[in-house]
Nanobody, 124 residues
Framework: QVQLAESGGGLVQAGGSLRLSCAAS????????MGWFRQAPGKEREFVAV????????YYANSVKGRFTISRDNAKNTVYLQMNSLKPEDTAVYYC?????????????????WGQGTQVTVSS
């Protein structure tokens, strides 16, 4: 029974930046690895980034590596996705997800809880 709420999406021009936030309910945020996924119209949901429980280890999809940064603040029960140098192909609904693991899962099937998503639209 964990609730996740994404925010920070919007419309931005190519080359711009956005920072997404995901606020988690409860008092055990540090027990979860946190991931970001995205889904564009007509496409499958795809992995974007993940950060482990402590925030030390991260992993990124090749399509966003070098442009996006995932981080977490366990004291605030919040995970972030800083998105720089945005491209039109980044347009999608972005979801955060939580997994009870010490690892860095990249498959959606490993995640236990999901947020409702936030729309990111990048124009050219």
């Amino acid at each position: 029974q964990v609730q996740l709420a994404e925010s920070g999406g919007g419309l931005v021009q190519a080359g711009g930046s956005l920072r997404l936030s995901c606020a988690a309910s409860g008092r055990t945020f540090s027990d979860y690895a946190m991931g970001w996924f995205r889904q564009a119209p007509g496409k499958e949901r795809e992995f974007v980034a993940v950060v482990n429980r402590s925030g030390v280890t991260t992993y990124y999809a090749n399509s966003v590596k070098g442009r996006f940064t995932i981080s977490r603040d366990n004291a605030k029960n919040t995970v972030y996705l800083q998105m720089n140098s945005l491209k039109p192909e980044d347009t999608a609904v972005y979801y955060c997800a939580a997994d009870v693991t010490r690892g860095i899962p990249v498959s959606s099937k490993n995640y236990d809880y999901w947020g409702q998503g936030t729309q990111v639209t990048v124009s050219s």
